[in-house]
């Protein structure tokens, strides 16, 4: 048995037994066929890319910090401030 007919198989052991379970009385109706869609008569849509803005000139010379580190370092020494904080309380 080739491995097409083999899977072919097992679904259809699979579907009679969900057929069944489900409450189906009988032989499991062999299911449709999916017709395949046509392409003359599909429209699909695509909207257009969105333009990537320019470097700023003074990010691109490395004047200015990234602003994701910043409040990266904000948080995390927010934290550490917290802490501290806690823990001098408590004693």
Sequence with gaps: MSEAE????AVREV?????????????APEPQ???????GKVVRFQRPAKPRPAP???????????R???S??????GMVA????FKFLAH
């Design 72 to 77: 990266a370092f904000l948080i995390f020494a």
């Design 82 to 85: 917290l802490i501290v904080g």
């Design 6 to 9: 083999s899977t072919v198989l």
């Design 15 to 27: 579907y009679s037994a969900y057929y069944s379970e489900m409450g189906g009385v009988g032989a």
């Design 33 to 39: 066929a999916r017709k395949p869609a046509t392409e």
């Design 56 to 66: 700023l000139t003074a990010r691109a010379a490395g004047g200015l910090g990234d």
């Design 68 to 70: 994701k580190s910043v």
